[in-house]
């Protein structure tokens, strides 16, 4: 079974500095993606960023990016220069096996880390 | 562009109540559909799956059903909701002219069911 793993409940950071959110995962499946999503005040969830299995590159989106160590199990997402409206909670999702021919993939979620950024 | 709407956006429902959420996806064909929860505080459990009319798959046994009556439309419903379907309830989309696997989901805005 799938498994993904956020241990930092939350975490506190200054206004400009990087911050690094946590996420392991465990699979037995040699395909597989890791993604990140934003989740603000309102409950919205926004896609910020994706990691193939086979991908050579850590994968980068503006301000976002992901390091990521297969042989870790590890990727972690990465903020540079943090704003206040950074401010939300964070998943870390992996996908599934895709489900059936139409590609409906099913995504595990972490239990997500809430990010505070102080003035 | 394709356009996902989910509503309402709260609710409130007492105990032994029925329930229908209803969610539409716009600008795709055959979209693959999702109902997620998402508890207070913890993170999204998939609750049923479809990848076309009428064909629904449930992942976790419960007090709810879904059905997908038209090709962008998905209903979550209840006939007696319980204190524990309270929660946040997220409609997703796949599929499409999206790069399967990689965009991952576009989800809705959710609905904020409370039941008392």
């Known amino acids: 079974a799938q498994k993904i793993t956020q241990t930092q409940p939350g975490m506190f950071v200054q206004e400009k500095e990087a911050v690094t959110l946590d996420c392991t995962y465990d699979t037995s499946d040699p395909s597989y993606g890791l993604f990140w999503y934003k989740q603000p005040s309102s409950g919205e969830m926004i896609f910020l960023i994706y990691q193939g299995s086979y991908d050579q590159q850590n994968a980068t989106e503006g301000r976002y990016s992901l390091n990521f160590q297969k042989a870790r199990k590890s990727a972690n997402l990465v903020i540079s220069a943090s704003q206040l409206g950074d401010s939300a909670m964070y998943f870390c999702?992996?996908?599934?096996?895709?489900?059936?021919?139409?590609?409906?993939?099913?995504?595990?979620f972490g239990q997500g880390t809430r990010l505070t950024i102080n003035p | 562009s394709q356009t996902i709407h989910q509503w309402p956006a709260t609710l409130v429902q007492p105990v032994g109540s029925p329930l229908s959420l209803e969610c539409t996806v716009e600008?795709?064909?055959?979209?693959?559909l999702y109902w997620y929860r998402q508890a207070a505080g913890r993170g999204l459990q998939l609750l049923f799956y479809s990848v076309g009319i009428g064909q629904i798959s449930s992942e976790v046994p419960q007090n709810l059903s879904a059905s997908r009556p038209q090709d962008r439309q998905f209903i979550l419903s209840s006939k007696k909701l319980l204190l524990s379907d309270s929660g946040f309830y997220l409609c997703?989309?796949?599929?499409?002219?999206?790069?399967?696997?990689?965009?991952?989901?576009?989800f809705g805005s959710g609905t904020r069911l409370t039941v008392v």
């Open positions: 999702a992996m996908r599934g096996p895709v489900l059936l021919i139409q590609g409906a993939q099913k995504l595990v």
């Open positions: 600008g795709t064909s055959n979209p693959n």
């Open positions: 997703a989309w796949s599929g499409g002219r999206r790069r399967p696997g990689v965009d991952g989901y576009t």
